[in-house]
């Protein structure tokens, strides 16, 4: 291993079987492992009947944890005040997170904690541009022109 760290911040357990997200996630965490990095997952929602994926994640060399959403998940529930001693001391260089939801949750704490590690918000699809026309931005921005 070379020292460098990434951390994944999903809803779900990443994994093939599931959605866009899961699968683009699946397809991130192997490829960081196999270029030497350290990966920890944290699913913001994470179930019981999740624990297959989980362990998949655990045998490719991935770290996972259940984030605050999760319900009846695992010793490894990460209560939101554990969020801090996820980051401090982690040597994160890498963080992705999967849509702007959870961004807005974990940048705060990550540019407080890791104020130097590269931060990616992965809107994974077209989900962003499915959130802004449905807020009318779009056309606001049409009309300003």
Known sequence: ?????????????????????????????????????AVTVVSEDL?????????????????????????????SYLAPRDVGTLLEGSGFALVVIQFWGLAEHWIPPLRRLLPQARVIIDSVDVHLLRVIRGSGLAQQELECH
Do not use: C, K
């Open 1 to 37: 291993m070379n020292g460098r760290a990434a951390l994944i911040v999903t809803h779900g357990v990443p994994a093939f079987d599931r959605d866009g997200a899961g699968w683009l996630s699946m397809i991130a965490i192997r490829a960081l492992l196999e270029d030497g990095w």
């Open 47 to 75: 179930h019981p009947e999740d624990a297959g994926r989980v362990r998949v994640l655990e045998q490719l060399g991935a770290e996972v944890y259940a984030g605050p959403q999760s319900v009846g998940a695992r010793e």
